[in-house]
């Protein structure tokens, strides 16, 4: 088929179902969407909650627990033991299914009676002094970190990888001794920094790598000794460094103003990432033939997906990966082939459609919670023969008979499960971080929404008293509670208040670092905040001799402005100047 104009359902905006689109619903046999790709990625956002952690009770043992639910959600949420334990049947749940009714009601039925795990943690995650976090395995000595695997001694972070002693991260790999960085790899000692790979001893870089006692600097590559790309010998630097006060609070938030500053006046890649052929996106990595993804690593033919590592032949997916003959999926992964319309399906799953959080689990339709399992419909068992006519039946009866929800959105199948039917209150997932939303809006478009409840913490130190350094700072702050200087007043799920821990204040006493004056929260956001979006511009290359001064000759030198354009997430109005890989690599490499 060629391509071919549709209307979304839900945003009313044109998109576009492109020739490879077609073939590739065509090869797993499913329609095509009805939706954009941008409503869709947002509708799976919304079923992935990461960073949202609530005090509760086990619905079974009544031990207290912590737990990605919320005491009031509607279905029972057990503990590890007694989710993992032979004390319960997830078939003795089943229902058969009935005609008079849509297929997404009988789910939504299911999913609200049948028991779920307490965070997205597995029985063999491996969590060691680690109960503050969520979609992790291979922790010790871990406190609020989520999407993490193998790490020590790591505070606050989100997408970490291989690090340890590392705080305040966002994606960060094979790094330790830093703090408040975002995607970096193989770094040590590195702080206030973006886009960096193996840099040590250094603070405020962006895009540098292999360099050591560098300070606001852009673009080095093997470089010792420079503050804001200027060359110093080790006495000056140091004198240079003194200068700056970056052991005083101001200090750094001045440097954080001047290089924000700084680095708009150097070119940048038009992506993130390297070595990848044929493809479209940022934060990519290795990669060929992907279309619209982000943070996509190892990847063959994968289209509109976020966060992936190790997929083939994957479209609309987010969370995780090792994934093939995948579509319209979240938190599936670990050897995953042929899932559809699933959530958290994971461990060598096989061809399961509308599944959530079934494990280990082949040829399953409309069930939840199951593991070892096969050939079950809304968790009932069937034989191969009888599942595959059912399935048939179910699959005819939802296009004929659709949910329809409360704005009158139709669901047939070939739809991801309704936003309605998340587990997840929206302002505890990703979908607020990416299509942030107030609580109004949220609940016009049917998200739930939980709403805060005002707690007095009894605060006894206001952010704007802690001490200018933490040489000035006593260790009986660890018994202060202290006020976030955003007071709540923000939309980025401020904790009002917060204390310190013993590692933390460690750390910060190791690393001269002066006390933040922002909960972890806020402090996320802000770096959240610096990303680019999950969307993409078409644009063309901004190097022109007679508007930036280049320090070499291009191709392109003679006939002024570079004319390659490309797809990138920098949007048309931003100040950045973006280049093509080409003029990048001349100028930068």
Not at 217 to 235: A, D, P, T
Not at 362 to 380: E, P, T
Request: proline share 3%; net charge negative.
């Amino acid at each position: 088929m060629n391509n071919e104009q549709r209307v979304c359902q839900n945003c009313k905006q044109n998109f576009t179902i492109e020739t490879e689109d077609f073939k590739f619903y065509e090869k797993i046999q499913v329609p095509a969407p009805t939706r954009c790709p941008q409503c869709r990625l947002q509708r799976r956002m919304a079923y992935r909650n990461e960073r949202g952690l609530h005090k509760r009770k086990c619905s079974r043992c009544e031990k207290a627990i912590i737990s990605i639910y919320p005491e009031d959600a509607i279905f029972p949420v057990y503990c590890y033991q007694c989710w993992w334990s032979d004390n319960w049947d997830p078939l003795s749940y089943g229902i058969s299914f009935d005609e008079t009714k849509p297929f997404f009601e009988q789910v939504k039925e299911l999913k609200n009676k049948v028991p779920r795990l307490q965070t997205a943690n597995s029985a063999y995650s491996r969590l060691i002094n680690s109960d503050y976090t969520n979609s992790a395995i291979d922790l010790k000595n871990c406190y609020l970190i989520f999407a993490a695997i193998i790490n020590e001694d790591c505070y606050y972070a989100n997408y970490i990888r291989d690090s340890k002693t590392c705080m305040d991260m966002l994606n960060c790999i094979k790094s330790e001794q830093s703090y408040d960085c975002f995607d970096i790899t193989g770094c040590f000692n590195l702080s206030f920094s973006q886009s960096c790979m193996d840099c040590r001893d250094s603070s405020f870089l962006y895009d540098c790598r292999n360099c050591s006692n560098c300070i606001g600097c852009v673009g080095l590559r093997n470089q010792q000794y420079h503050i804001f790309n200027k060359k110093y010998s080790k006495e000056e630097f140091e004198k240079e460094k003194e200068k700056l006060q970056l052991y005083t609070y101001r200090g750094i938030e001045a440097m954080r103003k001047r290089f924000n500053d700084f680095i708009l006046g150097f070119p940048r890649k038009y992506y993130h990432g390297f070595q990848n052929n044929n493809f479209t996106g940022d934060y990519v990595w290795h990669s060929e033939g992907v279309r619209d993804v982000f943070y996509v690593a190892e990847a063959r033919n994968v289209k509109h997906t976020f966060w992936c590592y190790g997929a083939e032949d994957v479209y609309d997916y987010i969370a995780w990966g090792d994934a093939e003959l995948t579509y319209e999926a979240v938190e599936c992964g670990d050897k995953v082939y042929g899932c559809k319309f699933s959530h958290q399906s994971w461990s060598e799953a096989r061809n399961l459609e509308y599944c959530d959080f079934c494990l280990t689990s082949a040829d399953s339709f409309g069930c939840v919670s199951l593991r070892n399992k096969q050939y079950c419909i809304l968790n009932k068992q069937y034989s191969k023969e009888e599942y595959e006519a059912l399935k048939k039946q179910i699959i005819e009866h939802m296009n004929v008979v659709p949910y329809v929800d409360t704005e009158g959105r139709e669901y047939r199948y070939g739809e991801f499960f309704p936003i309605e039917m998340s587990p997840y209150n929206y302002n505890d997932t990703i979908a607020q971080e990416h299509f942030p939303l107030t609580e109004e809006a949220a609940k016009n478009y049917g998200y739930k929404w939980e709403i805060e409840q005002k707690k007095d913490y009894g605060i006894t130190r206001s952010s704007n008293e802690l001490p200018e350094t933490i040489r000035e700072t006593a260790d009986a702050i660890l018994d202060e509670i202290i006020g976030c200087a955003h007071e709540g007043k923000c939309h980025e799920r401020c904790t009002v208040a917060f204390k310190l821990t013993e590692f933390e204040l460690q750390f910060y006493q190791n690393h001269n670092i002066p006390l933040p004056r922002l909960c972890h929260n806020c402090r996320h956001y802000r770096r959240v905040m610096q990303r680019n979006p999950v969307k993409l511009w078409h644009r063309q290359c901004m190097c022109d001799y007679n508007i930036y001064r280049n320090s070499v000759s291009h191709s392109h030198h003679e006939q002024g402005r570079c004319p390659n354009e490309f797809e990138t997430s920098y949007a048309t109005d931003r100040k950045e100047i973006v280049y093509c890989e080409t003029c990048y690599q001349a100028e930068v490499a």
